[in-house]
């Protein structure tokens, strides 16, 4: 399968692409310029800047959003209003880049280094109340966090490993247990942002890999979809029946002119239907 091209370059580092009702359909990030993105229903963008990074988001439960920020986050009020939270650390070398939340209702974001040297990073979790407590650290590079369908399990990628990994969660444990889940051919790419599918399939994106794989709950390759950029960096399910698969690229460390396509929004339909958004209970 070939995915098809929705919108021109619009993002430097387009990320963390989440589909709700709420917003109306589409938002991602342009993680370096520090921007939320909508996408109104002609694809034509609408930029919002939070913070010198935007790495993440999803909905609130009562409208707007919670934001990891730099070095935190920030909750968008439904009427716009912007909250930063307290800053979690003063590194100025590390930031937030990739999370989701978890069915408890708790917002799980993982960090790195610019200059993504081994084990600087973390993976928090912010707690409804507004909490935070480190749940994982000498991480790499944190990305792709999102559940299966009953809960129980939450899939996780460290990106220079080369390896989707799997934890165990439950409400009174968290996250427990991380393993291999499936493992990608450095030739390949390395495993980015990720999505869950309704019959427990994970989809996950290849950077420098030009394409999204799908793996059955067995950790089984079953499906590839092509993209058109050689930088895929996530993917997420929406429209109104959540079958369209929203794939998001970058441009960084691109040339002028180079992978032209780069810093596009892709779409497939493969024929399996996502997931809903998990709410922020903060």
């Known amino acids: 399968m070939r995915a098809d091209q929705l919108t021109d370059p619009i993002t430097f580092h387009g990320?963390?692409?989440v589909f709700s009702p709420s917003w109306g359909g589409l938002r991602l990030v342009d993680l370096f310029a520090g921007d939320v993105l909508t996408l109104t229903g002609?694809?034509?963008?609408?930029?919002?800047?939070?913070?010198?990074?935007?790495?993440?988001?999803?909905?609130?439960?009562?409208?707007?959003a919670v934001i990891a920020v730099e070095r935190g986050f920030v909750l968008e009020d439904a009427d716009g209003t912007l909250t930063r939270l307290p800053?979690?650390?003063?590194?100025?070398?590390?930031?937030?880049?990739?999370?989701?939340?978890?069915?408890?209702?708790?917002?799980?974001?993982?960090?790195?280094?610019?200059?993504?040297?081994?084990?600087?990073?973390?993976?928090?979790?912010?707690?409804?109340?507004?909490?935070v407590t480190r749940e994982l650290s000498g991480v790499t590079i944190s990305n792709g966090l999102e559940w299966s369908p009953d809960g129980s399990l939450a899939y996780y990628n460290d990106t220079p490993t080369g390896r989707i990994g799997v934890f165990d969660w439950s409400p009174e444990t968290g996250l427990t247990g991380l393993r291999t889940f499936a493992e990608i051919p450095e030739a390949d790419g390395y495993p980015d942002g990720l999505t869950v599918d309704s019959a427990g399939g994970v989809w996950v994106a290849l950077y420098a890999g030009g394409a999204v794989r799908?793996?059955?709950?067995?950790?089984?390759?079953?499906?590839?979809?092509?993209?058109?950029?050689?930088?895929?960096?996530a993917c997420t399910f929406g429209g109104d029946d959540l079958r369209q698969l929203f794939i998001t690229t970058s441009r960084e460390d691109l040339a002028p002119g180079e992978d032209p396509l780069a810093g596009s929004i892709f779409t497939a339909t493969p024929g399996v239907a996502g997931l809903p958004v998990k709410t922020f209970a903060g």
């Open 42 to 64: 002609d694809g034509t963008p609408v930029r919002r800047h939070v913070d010198t990074i935007a790495a993440a988001l999803r909905p609130r439960a009562g409208g707007g």
């Open 214 to 233: 799908r793996y059955t709950p067995e950790g089984t390759l079953d499906e590839v979809i092509e993209v058109a950029a050689g930088r895929v960096t």
């Open 87 to 131: 800053e979690i650390w003063a590194d100025a070398s590390v930031r937030m880049n990739d999370g989701g939340t978890a069915p408890d209702g708790s917002f799980y974001c993982g960090s790195m280094a610019y200059d993504q040297r081994t084990g600087a990073g973390s993976l928090y979790r912010l707690a409804p109340d507004g909490a």
């Open 15 to 17: 990320e963390g692409p």
